[in-house]
């Protein structure tokens, strides 16, 4: 059975910086892509950053320049270094790691993020 487990979120000022990790146990077969999603109350999850078994990187328009994916695909783990830190980045940040061929992957529990003064 895979279970994902993030961790990292927490309270942070405004400007501040987090660092979510994310780690898989069991057996994912070829993971080909990784990624960090969150979901603010009363809005819809969304793509926060993403990173493919090439290295490729995709980032949301409101966080490039500011976050940033890594992942280690033998490690089954995925990071997002978040800088700069905005009241609107709060949200719950779900991992999801993703086998070749799968259409959806596997998700994380969640980690909250508050950016807040």
């Known amino acids: 059975q895979v279970q994902l487990v993030e961790s990292g979120g927490g309270l942070v000022q405004p400007g501040g910086s987090l660092r979510l990790s994310c780690v898989a146990s069991g057996s994912i077969f070829s993971i080909s892509y990784m990624g960090w999603y969150r979901q603010a109350p009363g809005k819809e999850r969304e793509l926060v950053a993403a990173?493919?078994?090439?290295?490729?990187?995709n980032y949301a328009d409101s966080v490039k320049g500011r976050f940033t994916i890594s992942g280690d695909i033998a490690k089954k783990m995925v990071e997002l270094q978040m800088n700069s830190l905005k009241p609107e980045d709060t949200a719950v940040y779900y991992c999801?790691?993703?086998?070749?061929?799968?259409?959806?992957?596997?998700w994380g529990q969640g980690t909250q993020v508050t950016v807040s003064s």
């Open positions: 999801n790691i993703r086998p070749a061929g799968a259409a959806v992957g596997y």
């Open positions: 990173i493919t078994r090439g290295g490729s990187t």
